[in-house]
């Protein structure tokens, strides 16, 4: 894992997705999106772990 890679937002996975964030925040409720992590109230996702589940997608 590279240590030094930005965190994606939710907008950012969206905007990569090509998918409205409301079905990130759906798919994460249901639990069958991309993992996300939860820093303070904030949710962000891991560039690494968005392309895994994508790649799991396939």
Known sequence: MNTLAKLWTVEDVA?????PVSTL?????????????KIGRHLRY?????????????
């Open 15 to 19: 905007e990569f997705l090509g998918v």
């Open 25 to 37: 925040y759906q798919w994460r409720y249901h639990r069958t999106g991309p993992k996300g992590h």
């Open 46 to 58: 891991m560039p690494e772990d968005v392309m895994s589940w994508l790649q799991e997608q396939e």
